[in-house]
Each structure stands twice: as C-alpha cells, then as structure tokens.
C-alpha cells in the first residue's frame, strides 16, 4: 500500500507541491538578493547582442568583450551617478511637492463644494492625502537608493554574465558534449527569454531616449531618471507604460500647469503607440506564448515573491520556469536542436 502511495500521481503531485512551497519561501525571504541576481540576468540579455553584433562586423571576439565590459562599466557607472544626484534632488524636492499637492487638493474640494459636492467627507480619499502620498514616494526612492548603493555588484554580475553566455555560445558551436548537460537545458529554456529581453530591452532603450529628449525639451525636471524607469517598467505588459507616465506628469502638472503636461501625455502617448505598434511588431514575428489570465497572475505572484521589482521580472521569469519545465520533461536535446542559433 505504501509503495503505490509512494509511486501514485498523487504522492509526486503532493511532494512537487511541497517543495515549490519551500522555494517559494526561500526566494521571498531572499528576495532583495535575488532582486540583483535577476536585474543582472535581465540587463545581461539586454546587453548580449552588443558583442554578437560586433563579432559578425568581424571584429576579434576579445576585442569585443573588450569593448562591451567597458561600455558596461562606464555606462553603468555613469547612469548610477545621474540616477544618485535626480533622487537625492527629488528627496529635496517632496516637501514643497507636498505644499504644491494640499494647495491642489484644497482648491479642487472647495470647488466641488460649491457644486454642491462634498468630497471632504470621502474617508476612502484619506489614503491619498499628500502627506501619505509624499512619505509613499520618499520610500520608494530610498529603495531606489539602496539598489544603486549595489551597483558595483550588479556591473560585476553583468559582466559575468555575458561571459558565461558567450562562452556557453562558443562551446556549442564547436559541437562539445554540452547538450544533454543542465547548462545546456537552462540555455535552451532561455531562448525564448533572450529573445523576448532583446527585442523589449532594445525597443525600451528607443522610446526611453525619445522619452527623455521629449522630457528635456519641455523642461521638465529628472528626465533621465523618468527615462530609466520607463525602461524598466517597459518589461509589465499593458500597464508599464501608464506607470511609467504617471510620476513625470505629476512633476509636471505642479512645476509647469496643465498646457505643458498635456504635451507630455500626447508625446509619450506618440513614442509608446510607435514603438509597440511599429518597430516591436517588425522584430517580433509571434506574440508571447502566454495567456493574458497568465501574465496577470504571473505579475500579482512574483510582486508578491520579490516586491515591486518583481512585476519587471514576472514574464522574463514565468517563460523561463515553463520553458525549463518542457525541457525537464522532454528528452535529452540533439545536437542540431541545441545549436540552433536565434
């Protein structure tokens, strides 16, 4: 009887389920680690066609390598420093936003009063008072200033990333005995992933720059760092975008009045409907072979495992875990299978 409990579905349904409950607890607890392991994996796959490019231009792999590190480490270098100075500006900056916001909110209840509307006693509207809403984004820049407190760790887990990538590269196409190996299945796995990181990361960095030149060009404060976070927030399907614009216009509206963030929105609206309506289509011959109710769940379960950073990694990570999980359950890949190039 033990032995066909131990052999029966139910029993592997039951000890698989227990041990993705451990896991997912371990990666919750360890979830401000792994939030940088995970970002360098991302910006890795962002910053892998760089070499490859310059390879098939013929130029020496070492070179190559030689060129990517440094751009990877002066640019990283370079954008944590403007990153460090907006937030430090911006922390300056939240009390008066706090007077410009209660100022706003005292001048919309007084006149939704007069028509008769009283919003005043609205205790749900409690939670938006600008005292809360500021102290919200003061924390949400303290984290944003401990990830870059890391930077140096996540310049050094790019790096070695890339080289882990690009040597895997060259062992497979020498035809070495890594394709039956779990490195070889976790490579094959993350095709798809790469693919998807590429094509976002590439259009992302696109409309982030327009972002900030538009930005810049309305004189609108922090452009760069509204640029970054519209890179990042690129990756949540759907509401990535919204995201991403709210902040910069609320900057804005209270330096700059309605007329200029009405430019604002037209613009983003205008990069955001170009690039995911006519440049991502042209790289990305298939859409994602995941469901809309996925994606969803996806994003309110790994926001729950890691935090916020979690929602910009949900769908890299959820094509990653089924990919690996058909690999798993697929026998061992031919050769010609895994050196199939992108």
């Given amino acids: 009887m033990n032995n066909i409990l131990q052999e029966g579905p139910l029993f592997r349904i039951l000890l698989g389920g227990a041990c993705a409950v451990i896991i997912v607890a371990g990666m919750k607890v360890a979830a401000p680690l792994l ?60 009390p008066s936003y706090q007077t410009d916001l209660t100022n706003l909110r005292d001048s919309v209840i007084s006149f939704l009063g007069s028509k008769g509307i009283q919003l005043a006693q609205v205790k749900t509207l409690a939670a938006f008072e600008p005292a809360r809403l500021v102290k919200f984004a003061g924390s949400l820049l303290g984290g ?24 895997t590269e060259k062992k497979t196409e020498k035809d070495q005995e890594t394709t039956t190996t779990l490195l070889a299945r976790f490579q094959e796995a993350s095709r798809d992933v790469k693919k998807y990181v590429t094509i976002v990361g590439g259009t992302g960095l696109i409309q982030a720059i327009a972002n900030v030149i538009l930005l810049a060009a309305l004189g609108v404060d922090f452009a760069v760092t509204w640029g970054v976070l519209f890179f990042f927030l690129n990756f949540i399907p759907a509401i990535g975008f919204l995201l991403a614009l709210i902040p910069p216009v609320i900057v804005c509206f209270l330096e700059m009045g309605w007329k200029t963030t009405l430019a604002l929105v037209i613009g983003y609206y205008i990069i955001n409907f170009v690039g995911d309506n006519i440049v991502k289509p042209k790289f990305m011959k298939k859409g994602l072979d995941i469901s809309i109710l996925l994606i969803i769940l996806s994003l309110v379960f790994w926001s729950w495992v890691l935090g916020s950073l979690g929602a910009i990694l949900a769908v890299p990570l959820t094509m990653f875990i089924k990919n690996l999980f058909l690999q798993m359950g697929a026998p061992p890949l031919p050769a010609s299978m895994a050196k199939t190039s992108d």
């Fill in 35 to 94: 939030n940088i392991v995970f970002i360098s994996w991302l910006l890795a796959y962002c910053i892998a066609p760089l070499p490859a490019w310059l390879m098939r231009k013929r130029v020496p792999s070492t070179l190559a390598v030689i060129v990517t590190f440094l751009i990877v480490v002066f640019g990283g270098l370079g954008i944590a420093y403007t990153l460090g100075l907006s937030i430090a500006g911006l922390i300056q900056k939240l």
């Fill in 144 to 167: 944003a200033g401990q990830v870059l407190g890391n930077v140096l760790l996540l310049i050094f887990l790019v790096i070695i990333l890339l080289f882990e990538f690009i040597g």
